[in-house]
């Protein structure tokens, strides 16, 4: 469903709540679109005569929300030839245009896969002033150079993007990295900036919020703009992949492994750390002790608080502590998602937590099935892995042999699977892991690992690789009714509307 304008201004008109509410509701507004962006859009027929003649009175998009840019855009409309977006604000101060720019700019960034002409406007309701977007600034309209739009398309073309085009990591396209080619939300944006400036920061966040992409954006854009600073990018394992190596050389930045028995720290003026709850405790207190002493300069630690260590021996929970009272360094927050699908967000969180299940659009996304043992259960992880699905496992136990012995080992092609610790930091479209009988809901159904006295975290490694995915997850439950229960219980949960 489209918004007409002529409609839009007689619901408006007729004072009823109930049926503005249906109408929102119906041609799919967005929840956060104001009644007085609402207002400001009827009145364009009459304020901006011109504008309605060139884009006509049917087919618009209000409101309409880019799942993992987050991003909210005012007016959208679809041609044959071009793509419509009309941005508008009550007032037209430097602040206001600037964020207008930026918003225009983004959407421009990500409709270019429709591969049509973008043409933005921006519109001033207290001064009633229309201006055009160039591409880079906001400048008086000039009906007579625009393109021809073509035939109207009564269908919201941002449904068509596959938005997982837009995220990627760093380290798995470096050309496209390289050449700016990919947007940062507006957290992201602005925490990246800080670093740029010199502050030292801690920054927390589950996974999936592009904390690593803010590191890399922050630490490329450091050595262009200061060829002369010297930068370290610790990652917290024990090896680095191949792609850390090719980073490295493309932008003259060094990266690390976490042992850093050979690492003279004082050699470098900025030391940023990846995943840095992964650290064990030594080195952590080795790097804080460098900036303590005033052998580096800027000190910034990328950190999950919550899932994403694996053993009692890595830093996990301390690290923000630690910052705080030791060092005196803030800690920021990175909460909007941007690598998953939000299905798989609502999903993830929901298993974790059956007290935060949420309604799942797509359940489509995730493909759940039970077996009484690992042989079957296996067979249809080799089966995925032919859909095009990763298996990831959880990391063998380094003192005693358990159930993830029996998991599957070679993928299709006859390598060894990969496990958490490989897949840490990574991106991945499709990921199918096993859930077994190590597994088990409390009373308030919070998901646990019975304490077997594993040497890794169950839990934690689950969390990990099941928040790699991009586009889908398949789980084997491998006899576990009750995980299988739930799982089921969170696929087919449906939210009761809220009353206004």
């Known amino acids: 469903m489209s918004v007409n304008f002529e409609s839009l201004k007689a619901i408006l008109n007729s004072g009823d709540k109930e049926s503005l509410g249906f109408y929102k509701k119906t041609n799919r507004i967005g929840k956060s679109f104001r009644k007085e962006e609402l207002q400001q859009t009827a009145s364009l027929t009459e304020k901006q005569p011109e504008l309605i003649k060139y884009i006509k009175l049917d087919n618009l998009f209000l409101g309409v929300k880019v799942d993992r840019i987050n991003q909210e855009n005012d007016i959208l409309k679809f041609f044959e030839n071009a793509v419509i977006d009309i941005e508008l604000k009550s007032a037209k101060r430097p602040d206001t245009k600037s964020r207008v720019i930026k918003t225009l700019r983004r959407t421009k960034f990500y409709t270019r896969t429709l591969k049509k002409e973008f043409v933005g406007f921006a519109y001033f309701s207290e001064t009633n002033e229309l201006f055009h977007f160039d591409g880079n600034q906001l400048i008086e309209v000039d009906w007579k150079s625009l393109p021809d739009l073509g035939e109207e398309i009564n269908h919201n073309e941002l449904l068509d993007i596959d938005e997982s085009t837009f995220i990627f990591s760093p380290l798995d396209n470096i050309q496209r990295f390289q050449s700016d080619d990919y947007l940062l939300t507006e957290q992201q944006e602005k925490l990246s900036n800080e670093i740029q400036s010199g502050r030292s920061l801690g920054i927390s966040g589950k996974a999936g919020v592009g904390k690593s992409l803010v590191l890399y954006d922050a630490a490329k854009r450091i050595k262009q703009n200061n060829p002369d600073k010297n930068i370290a990018i610790i990652f917290s394992r024990g090896t680095l992949r191949p792609e850390h190596g090719a980073w490295s050389k493309m932008f003259n930045i060094d990266i690390f492994p976490a042992k850093l028995n050979d690492i003279e720290l004082v050699s470098y003026d900025i030391v940023l750390v990846d995943e840095s709850q992964r650290l064990f405790n030594g080195?952590?207190?080795?790097?804080?002790?460098?900036?303590?002493?005033?052998?580096?300069?800027?000190?910034?630690?990328?950190?999950?608080?919550?899932?994403?260590?694996?053993?009692?021996?890595?830093?996990?929970?301390?690290?923000?502590?630690?910052?705080?009272?030791?060092?005196?360094?803030?800690?920021?927050?990175?909460?909007?998602?941007?690598?998953?699908?939000?299905?798989?967000?609502?999903?993830?969180?929901?298993?974790f937590n059956l007290g935060h299940k949420k309604e799942i659009v797509n359940p489509e996304r995730i493909d759940v099935q039970f077996f009484s043992d690992y042989i079957t259960a296996n067979s249809w992880l080799q089966h995925k892995e032919g859909e095009g699905f990763r298996v990831v496992n959880p990391m063998k136990d380094k003192y005693q042999s358990n159930e993830?012995?029996?998991?599957?080992?070679?993928?299709?092609?006859?390598?060894?699977?990969?496990?958490?610790?490989?897949?840490?930091?990574?991106?991945?479209?499709?990921?199918?892991?096993?859930?077994?009988?190590?597994?088990?809901?409390?009373?308030?159904?919070?998901?646990?690992?019975?304490?077997?006295?594993?040497?890794?975290?169950?839990?934690?490694?689950?969390?990990?690789?099941?928040?790699?995915?991009?586009?889908?997850?398949?789980?084997?439950?491998?006899?576990?009714?009750?995980?299988?229960?739930?799982?089921?219980?969170?696929?087919?949960?449906?939210?009761?509307?809220?009353?206004?």
Do not use: W
């Open 404 to 500: 993830i012995n029996s998991y599957l080992e070679k993928d299709l092609d006859g390598k060894q699977c990969v496990n958490s610790y490989d897949v840490i930091g990574s991106d991945i479209d499709n990921v199918a892991v096993i859930i077994d009988s190590r597994l088990y809901y409390d009373q308030d159904g919070i998901l646990h690992s019975y304490p077997y006295n594993y040497y890794y975290d169950g839990l934690n490694q689950l969390y990990v690789n099941l928040t790699r995915a991009k586009e889908k997850i398949a789980i084997a439950v491998v006899h576990n009714n009750d995980v299988f229960n739930a799982i089921n219980l969170l696929l087919n949960f449906v939210e009761v509307p809220k009353k206004d």
């Open 283 to 351: 080195t952590r207190d080795k790097i804080m002790d460098c900036y303590k002493n005033g052998e580096i300069q800027q000190l910034v630690m990328f950190f999950d608080p919550e899932y994403q260590f694996f053993s009692k021996y890595e830093s996990g929970v301390t690290i923000q502590p630690k910052l705080k009272d030791y060092l005196d360094i803030h800690t920021e927050r990175l909460s909007e998602s941007v690598r998953s699908d939000s299905n798989l967000i609502f999903f993830v969180n929901g298993l």
